[in-house]
């Protein structure tokens, strides 16, 4: 089977394929996403793995949400956002990262079809990692570790679940993190 990445804009695309000359990559034209494009997604994914791969921000969030709405199956590779940071530091995307990063995370990539749900969101709120004051900057330390991108409470807790985390192993890494 073969993987097509999906990625935002043409200069992701070009660093994609910097990477990985033979890449098959797929570009969605930002957040406005055509229906033709969910389509051909569509497609796609019933002869091939589809990889959602888009920058590390909320029009990056936007667009992995409506590709996962539309295609379940589809996998996910994050990149951090400290990773993905332009020369100038005004700009993230996926076309400012390093070779050595980009092939981290499409060498780990999650899929949205586990088994059952390892975290609860009662077991969230117990770690403080929602509900409380710093619940955000609790959530981000241990996204950054576990390489899921910075979500809210809501979607850290599928993306755990994806990663098939038990809650013993997310209280340690709360510990080790001094979260």
Same mark, same amino acid.
């Given at each position: 089977?073969? &993987?097509?990445?999906?990625?935002e804009?043409?200069?992701?695309?070009? /660093?994609?394929? *910097?990477?990985?000359?033979? %890449?098959?990559?797929?570009?969605?034209?930002? @957040?406005?996403?055509s229906?033709?494009?969910?389509?051909?997604?569509?497609?796609?994914?019933?002869? +091939?793995?589809?990889?959602?791969?888009? =920058?590390?921000? &909320?029009?990056?969030e936007?667009?992995?949400?409506?590709i %996962?709405l539309?295609?379940? &199956?589809?996998?996910?590779?994050?990149? /951090?956002?400290?990773?993905?940071?332009?020369?100038? $530091?005004?700009?993230?995307?996926?076309?400012? %990262?390093?070779?050595?990063?980009?092939?981290? &995370? #499409? @060498?780990?990539?999650? *899929?949205?079809?586990?088994?059952? =749900?390892t975290?609860?969101?009662?077991?969230?709120?117990e770690?403080?990692?929602?509900?409380?004051? +710093? *619940?955000?900057?609790? /959530?981000? !330390?241990?996204?950054?570790?576990?390489?899921? $991108? !910075?979500? +809210?409470?809501?979607?850290?807790? !599928? /993306?755990?679940?994806?990663?098939?985390?038990?809650?013993e192993?997310?209280?340690? #890494?709360?510990? !080790?993190?001094?979260?």
């Amino acid at each position: 089977m073969t &993987s097509v990445i999906v990625v935002e804009g043409l200069h992701d695309k070009n /660093r994609i394929e *910097s990477v990985y000359p033979n %890449a098959h990559v797929v570009i969605t034209n930002g @957040s406005e996403i055509s229906d033709d494009t969910i389509k051909m997604i569509q497609t796609l994914s019933k002869t +091939n793995q589809i990889i959602i791969f888009t =920058d590390p921000d &909320s029009p990056g969030e936007k667009i992995r949400n409506q590709i %996962a709405l539309a295609i379940p &199956s589809a996998y996910h590779a994050f990149l /951090r956002k400290k990773d993905s940071i332009s020369k100038n $530091g005004k700009k993230v995307g996926i076309e400012h %990262a390093s070779k050595e990063c980009i092939i981290e &995370s #499409l @060498s780990n990539v999650y *899929s949205n079809q586990q088994e059952e =749900d390892t975290i609860t969101l009662q077991d969230i709120y117990e770690l403080h990692l929602m509900g409380m004051p +710093n *619940s955000s900057n609790l /959530r981000e !330390k241990l996204s950054d570790e576990l390489n899921i $991108g !910075k979500p +809210n409470a809501k979607t850290f807790l !599928k /993306r755990v679940n994806m990663l098939q985390i038990k809650k013993e192993v997310l209280k340690e #890494l709360c510990q !080790k993190l001094e979260v």
